[in-house]
């Protein structure tokens, strides 16, 4: 085992620290920081998109460096330390970017991936409906044949950056309503275009969901992902491939950090051996991220280990947000420093446990894994 | 950054494995070790041992763990480094003295991670058998796996095997990290963001506080899995949750190393006078 990051990602790790310490960069992130309510995080993307370090994964005609899944978690620790939020970003270019390159055309990929490298173009998914949340093969939004394309019509639920965003990925039924998976196509959707109407669901979180109902809305041809029909595979595998657990790992680290800086001598004696568990929890969850993203590095991917991660990840970070709001109390609505990051923490981890596979989904299919024989 | 086995650890984990099958509980396997030529895998070449450390000694210790043995390979290795001629005796396979002074330094670092490595393979052979004795204890007609009070226990208890097994896997490489001395270069490289701060101290100080309470829970509730037959004598999990109790303390309580490990916390946050203020009121006497 080979827990150094060698010069490559030495490298890369200095480059990045090099773009968010420029002046524009900097001041970016102050904005969005002193600013209230749910920021707009796209100046910010412009500004790092500019350096090329978004997606050091991709290609570079596709504006990447040619690196391999573990230059990701170089990249998103310096943003995370840095204090970038996260959710465009993982929106755009780990989720919708990683759908693109695997089964998305040399056209489609060349449209979009640049500009998402750059951060001149932002992009969400669309897959939940009112009447289908964890259970995805119940959707019901449709997609009626037309010449040149499809007309798609729905409710899709719970996007976060929505409104924000240009392009979304929507999973649409263009098959028999009556199965469940076959006829689940994966489109992409112009959130300009005539018939899309977002609005927004209050949350808990910082970070506020969105309704985007669909009334007839024009997908061309050329803007349907793989074979159509075929969208329930490519589905699953883009959300178990999502399952690295980096960026709730990340976030335990960086909530961890906050309450260890934000111990006053008052609380120092009682907190030892808290401070001993969640340090050791956090740790655990950034050594799962990277044994997963090693696994995608060898394309080993083990769905299985994934789960495993994303359970881990996100309920280590949940529990360091409840660590750090019982530290201060989180009741009282702080507007600065650390107890404003614990705070906010704290309102966002419930909903660590529940995105990109409930807990009780993780824990169904590693369970699945061991009945009947041994590991 | 590869934190995946390598060759040579899985080619010595298949090779125990096979060795080590059939040999009964608490089985003294010191003269199988002997055989494998295995006591000298952490001693230097000089002494007669195989230099290869302890990333490959945490895989030894493992799969002892994993069979229940009652090894010397952690006493040996403890042994060995109180100088070089005791070195030469444990690679020659002389049974190490039964009692030994309590190591200290890098010597209780080190032993540590092998005891983290014993109990995570005492947690995964327990595991195992919770696993396989599910699968065949029926109730309402169905193995007992199959119901999700007991699958997502088993799956819980995998996640927290799987957690144990890497922090122990990460203190083993930063331990061998800092003897081998770090090569120039690296200190023109960016400090990235090192979990347990980069210490081997502080990550062997966690890695077995985790694996002595993933020992003690995860052998607890396999040999409940097993229903009565697991108290009786004839029972193999029943020694896996004897050797848990004993093992887990062995070099600290859980209490005490977690506390120890949050001390180490406080220590390395940024020096300023803030720090220096909250480790003061958290005690001096913390080790």
Redesign the interface.
């Known amino acids: 085992?080979?827990?150094?990051?060698?010069?490559h990602?030495?490298r890369l790790?200095?480059r990045v620290?090099a773009v968010l310490a420029t002046p524009g960069v900097r001041r970016a992130i102050d904005d969005l920081a002193a600013g209230a309510g749910e920021p707009d995080e796209r100046p910010l993307y412009r500004a790092i998109g500019a350096a090329g370090v978004l997606a050091p994964d991709w290609p570079a005609e596709f504006g990447g460096l040619d690196g391999g899944p573990?230059s990701v978690?170089v990249v998103a620790?310096e943003l995370s330390?840095a204090g970038v939020p996260d959710t465009l970003h993982i929106n755009t270019v780990q989720i919708v970017g990683s759908v693109l390159r695997a089964i998305g055309t040399a056209d489609q990929q060349r449209r979009w991936l640049p500009r998402f490298a750059g951060g001149e173009r932002f992009a969400c998914v669309l897959y939940t409906e009112p009447e289908a949340g964890s259970d995805l093969a119940a959707l019901t939004t449709r997609a009626e044949p037309v010449p040149g394309g499809y007309r798609v019509s729905g409710t899709k639920i719970y996007s976060l950056k929505a409104a924000l965003c240009d392009v979304a990925l929507a999973a649409v039924r263009t098959g028999d309503p009556a199965s469940r998976y076959d006829g689940i196509t994966l489109v992409l959707i112009d959130l300009h275009a005539p018939g899309v109407r977002a609005t927004r669901i209050p949350s808990l979180a910082d970070e506020h969901f969105h309704r985007v109902d669909l009334d007839a809305v024009f997908v061309p041809e050329s803007d349907v992902l793989g074979a159509p029909g075929a969208g329930w595979a490519a589905l699953t595998t883009a959300l178990a491939m999502e399952r690295t657990g980096l960026d709730y790992a990340l976030k335990a680290?960086r909530w961890y950090d906050t309450a260890?800086?934000g111990?006053?001598?008052?609380?120092?004696?009682d907190?030892?051996?808290?401070?001993?568990?969640h340090?050791?929890?956090?740790?655990?969850a950034?050594?799962?991220a990277?044994?997963a993203l090693?696994?995608l590095e060898?394309d080993r991917f083990d769905p299985v280990?994934a789960a495993?991660a994303k359970?881990?990840t996100s309920e280590s970070a949940a529990a360091v947000a409840e660590w750090g709001a019982a530290l201060r109390g989180a009741a009282t609505a702080p507007t600065t420093g650390p107890a404003r990051c614990l705070e906010s923490a704290w309102r966002e981890a419930p909903g660590l446990t529940i995105s990109a596979g409930v807990s009780?989904v993780m824990?169904?299919l590693?369970?699945?894994s061991?009945?009947?024989?041994?590991? | 950054?590869?934190?995946?086995?390598?060759a040579l650890?899985d080619e010595l984990r298949a090779a125990l494995r096979q060795a080590l099958r059939g040999v009964p509980p608490r089985g003294d396997v010191h003269d199988l070790l002997g055989r494998l030529g295995l006591h000298g895998l952490e001693i230097a070449p000089a002494a007669g041992g195989l230099g290869l450390g302890l990333?490959y000694g945490v895989v030894v210790a493992e799969e002892l763990g994993r069979v229940a043995a009652c090894d010397t390979y952690r006493s040996g290795c403890l042994a060995a480094e109180t100088g070089p001629a005791a070195a030469a005796g444990v690679a020659a396979g002389a049974r190490p003295p039964a009692t030994a002074p309590p190591p200290a330094g890098g010597a209780l670092v080190r032993a540590r991670i092998r005891q983290a490595a014993y109990l995570v393979g005492l947690a995964a052979g327990a595991h195992?058998?919770a696993?396989?004795r599910s699968?065949e204890r029926h109730q309402f007609g169905r193995?007992i796996?199959?119901f999700?009070a007991t699958?997502?226990a088993?799956?819980?208890d995998?996640?927290r095997i799987?957690?144990?097994r890497?922090?122990t896997?990460?203190a083993a490489?930063?331990a061998d990290?800092d003897a081998a001395g770090s090569p120039d270069?690296a200190a023109a490289?960016?400090r990235?963001?090192p979990?347990?701060d980069g210490e081997p101290d502080l990550?062997a100080?966690?890695?077995l506080?985790?694996a002595a309470e993933a020992a003690t829970g995860v052998t607890r509730r396999a040999l409940h899995l097993h229903g009565t037959y697991g108290l009786t004598g004839d029972a193999a999990i029943q020694h896996y949750y004897r050797l848990a109790g004993t093992e887990a303390t062995r070099w600290g309580q859980p209490?005490a190393?977690?506390?120890?490990?949050?001390?180490r916390?406080?220590a390395s946050?940024?020096d300023t006078e803030h720090t220096t203020?909250?480790?003061?009121?958290?005690?001096k006497g913390?080790r």
């Open positions: 085992m080979d827990f150094g990051f060698d010069s990602q030495s790790r200095a620290r573990m978690a620790e330390r680290a260890r800086g111990l006053t001598p008052g609380d120092a004696a907190s030892l051996a808290d401070l001993g568990r340090g050791a929890s956090a740790d655990a950034r050594l799962l990277w044994a090693a696994r060898e280990f495993m359970l881990h009780e824990l169904e590693i369970a699945g061991l009945s009947g024989s041994a590991r | 950054m590869r934190p995946l086995p390598d650890q990333s195992d058998l696993v396989r699968g193995p796996a199959a999700q699958g997502f088993l799956a819980a995998l996640v799987e957690e144990v890497l922090l896997a990460y490489w930063l990290r270069s490289q960016p990235a963001w979990p347990a990550a100080i966690q890695a506080a985790a209490a190393l977690w506390r120890a490990a949050g001390h916390r406080l946050a940024p203020a909250v480790l003061a009121a958290a005690g913390e």
